[in-house]
T-cell receptor, first 112, second 113 residues
């Protein structure tokens, strides 16, 4: 039972445009979410996070939006750059249960 | 800090052999995680420790897999006996808490022939 889902395995975006990566979750007990970026042959690196008490968190070109009623979060990258081409994972934390769940990942390709 | 250290970086072994992967977390981090990445299943959490104690091992595929953390600076993931379907990249990560960013090691690429 996948509690955190990234339904798009891949996404292709033109350089300079906005990239939107989506993530859905099934358990309302998640209280914290994180996004990671992974380049080939490297470990994932932390990108941005958001607490369930917020609906938006911004860091430079990266913004994460959380819609609790829809159990949906999204990562916006604007403007997209070629260096953003990577696999992006979202993850949710259920603090009370000490549970951490990752999505399957979305491969983002930025075309010049 | 040197970051999370994993060894070996590459391991090629034959089916049926025992494989031991090693991890040294970042000093001061209370949480240690083991992940497996495959094309089919993406990034899977296998097990994680808090203060050297295993908290959630529900991702461990079967009894052939075991993980230990004898002290705060060392952890092992052992596969015995190994099978070709265990071929994957195994990552170790550490963090200050579940909700803090995890720092990943470079991974161990395991190939079981």
């Amino acid at each position: 039972d996948q509690q955190v889902k990234q339904n798009s395995p891949s996404l292709s975006v033109q350089e300079g445009r906005i990239s939107i990566l989506n993530c859905d979750y099934t358990n309302s007990m998640f209280d914290y979410f994180l996004w990671y970026k992974k380049y080939p042959a490297e470990g994932p690196t932390f990108l941005i996070s958001i607490s369930s008490i917020k609906d938006k968190n911004e860091d430079g070109r990266f913004t994460v939006f959380l819609n609790k009623s829809a159990k949906h979060l999204s990562l916006h990258i604007v403007p997209s750059q070629p260096g953003d081409s990577a696999v992006y994972f979202c993850a949710g934390v259920i603090q009370g249960a000490q549970k951490l769940v990752f999505g399957q990942g979305t491969r983002l390709t930025i075309n010049p | 800090d040197a970051g999370v250290i994993q060894s070996p970086r590459h391991e090629v072994t034959e089916m049926g052999q025992e494989v031991t992967l090693r991890c040294k977390p970042i000093s001061g981090h209370d949480y240690l995680f083991w992940y497996r990445q495959t094309m089919m299943r993406g990034l899977e959490l296998l097990i994680y420790f808090n203060n050297n104690v295993p908290i959630d091992d529900s991702g461990m595929p079967e009894d052939r897999f075991s993980a230990k953390m004898p002290n705060a600076s060392f952890s092992t993931l052992k596969i015995q006996p190994s099978e070709p379907r265990d071929s994957a990249v195994y990552f170790c990560a550490s963090s200050l808490s579940l909700a803090y960013e995890q720092f990943f090691g470079p991974g161990t690429r395991l190939t079981v022939l």
